[in-house]
């Protein structure tokens, strides 16, 4: 079946700008995670969904990162105001209803701040 | 704060080779965890997912055991190949907290022919 995809691959942006990554989950996955990975490092939380609602965002580096699901299956990741620190792989992930389960990663988005 | 340390950072070895990769966790209590597979320039596929009730699971060539007491985890991978050569990361979600993972920065694997 269909993993989880991530749309786009690639992404470049200038200073200032806003970008939207979505990530389409795994049919039926009720979990939904936005992590961010920058090169040679490990994945880094950001936000957590359990259906419709962000139950942990704590992981949102400021107010200029937002995301959402408004129908508990595809979510969009939101920055505003780009940073060139914002640079990095943000990758999204599903599970079948929460962290005990095991999580399924899509491929990510390459976001790259000029 | 739950923090991962991976260890060996970097690991080169002859293909057929048996070999073991180390996680260690701060906060030794786990609820489960995961190992991944990372190839360059993509995401992350799962391995192995030890939950909260077990001590270690085997897939294949691959092995991952769980110490709670001590918050360590170890996955062995048995008659290495060159295709095994990835980057490996451990996750752990911290016992009631949570349902992120925290990531180790990894072990790059090299198994050379």
């Known amino acids: 079946g269909a993993g989880v995809s991530q749309t786009p691959s690639n992404k470049v942006t200038e200073k200032e700008k806003y970008v939207e990554l979505r990530c389409d989950p795994i049919s039926g996955h009720t979990a939904l995670y936005w992590y961010r990975q920058s090169l040679g490092q490990g994945p880094e939380f950001l936000i957590y969904?359990?259906?419709?609602?962000?139950?942990?965002d704590s992981g949102l580096p400021n107010d200029r990162f937002f995301a959402v699901r408004p129908e508990g299956s595809v979510s969009t990741l939101k920055i505003q105001r780009t940073e060139r620190g914002d640079s990095a792989v943000y990758l999204c992930a599903s599970s079948l209803i929460h962290s005990t389960d095991t999580q399924y990663f899509g491929p990510g988005t390459r976001l790259t701040v000029l | 704060k739950q923090e991962v340390t991976q260890i060996p950072a970097a690991l080169s070895v002859p293909e057929g080779e048996n070999l073991v990769l180390n996680c260690s966790f701060t906060d030794s209590a786990i609820y489960n965890l995961q190992w991944f597979r990372q190839d360059p320039g993509k995401g992350l596929t799962s391995l192995l997912l030890?939950?909260?009730?077990?001590r270690e699971q085997t897939s294949g060539r691959l092995n991952a055991s769980l110490d709670k007491s001590s918050g360590r985890s170890t996955l062995y991978i048995a008659a290495s190949q060159p295709g095994d050569s990835a980057t490996y990361l451990c996750?752990?979600?911290?016992?009631?907290?949570?349902?992120?993972?925290?990531f180790g920065k990894g072990t790059k694997l090299t198994v050379n022919p």
């Open positions: 969904f359990q259906g419709t609602g962000a139950a942990d």
């Open positions: 030890i939950q909260s009730s077990q």
């Open positions: 996750a752990g979600a911290a016992q009631g907290g949570s349902e992120k993972l925290v």
